[in-house]
T-cell receptor, first 118, second 112 residues
Framework: GAVVSQHPSRVICKSGTSVKIECRSL??????MFWYRQFPKQSLMLMAT?????????EQGVEKDKFLINHASLTLSTLTVTSAHPEDSSFYIC??????????????FGQGTRLTVV | GDSVTQMEGPVTLSEEAFLTINCTYT??????LFWYVQYPGEGLQLLLK?????DKGSNKGFEATYRKETTSFHLEKGSVQVSDSAVYFC???????????FGGGTRVLVKP
């Protein structure tokens, strides 16, 4: 299957700083990637759809100025948590699909990033 | 909007026990249905999928059948192992590019 790599896997940062998380499709080009957030013992909630070469589409309730998404190339999307606070501590995970496939094909997930804001 | 509901955990079983995790969905049209598994400290992996009514997905001893009449996609395994301890997510997708709607996840703990 296709490989999606996410980095870093864990990060601890101080309150008020910004953190960048990278999501790369290693063996295919992804025009669309998705960013999810997972709260402890809860499900994954879609945050935004990252579109190569255009602005991301954010889900209702997600602050776009807080969670900056840049999809600068066909293999890389980044999520930057700006001015992080402890409530932003969470597990963030990205996914991508091989373009041109239908909705019934597999989404490939990165390994996820555990963000802890202290 | 679309939604997925799955049984809450945690589910604690002994090795070789039978596992069932219920999943029902609400969606317009004809979604594809998935089960993803998340092992401790890892990301999500596709476990199985079904793309149309009456399809049965299967993998690693797990099975699930797409039941349109009951809008369900229950996951079953006849004999679980300790290595099956994980969180299981039921999900659906309708959009190209695979934006997924997830259920709440069910944590399964298999004891030796």
């Amino acid at each position: 299957g296709a490989v999606v790599s996410q980095h870093p896997s864990r990060v601890i940062c101080k309150s008020g700083t910004s953190v960048k998380i990278e999501c790369r499709s290693l063996d295919f080009q992804a025009t669309t990637m998705f960013w999810y957030r997972q709260f402890p013992k809860q499900s994954l909630m879609l945050m935004a759809t990252s579109n190569e070469g255009s602005k991301a589409t954010y889900e209702q309730g997600v602050e776009k100025d807080k969670f900056l998404i840049n999809h600068a190339s066909l293999t890389l999307s980044t999520l930057t948590v700006t001015s992080a606070h402890p409530e932003d501590s969470s597990f963030y995970i990205c996914s991508a699909s091989v373009p041109g496939r239908q909705a019934n094909t597999e989404a490939f997930f990165g390994q996820g990033t555990r963000l802890t804001v202290v | 909007g679309d939604s997925v509901t799955q049984m809450e955990g945690p589910v604690t079983l002994s090795e070789e026990a039978f596992l069932t995790i219920n999943c029902t969905y609400t969606a317009t049209g004809y979604p594809s249905l998935f089960w993803y598994v998340q092992y401790p400290g890892e990301g999500l992996q596709l476990l199985l999928k079904a793309t149309k009514a009456d399809d049965k997905g299967s993998n690693k001893g797990f099975e699930a059948t797409y039941r349109k009449e009951t809008t369900s996609f229950h996951l079953e395994k006849g004999s679980v192992q300790v290595s099956d301890s994980a969180v299981y997510f039921c999900a659906l997708s309708k959009a190209a590019g695979n934006k997924l709607t997830f259920g709440g996840g069910t944590r399964v703990l298999v004891k030796p």
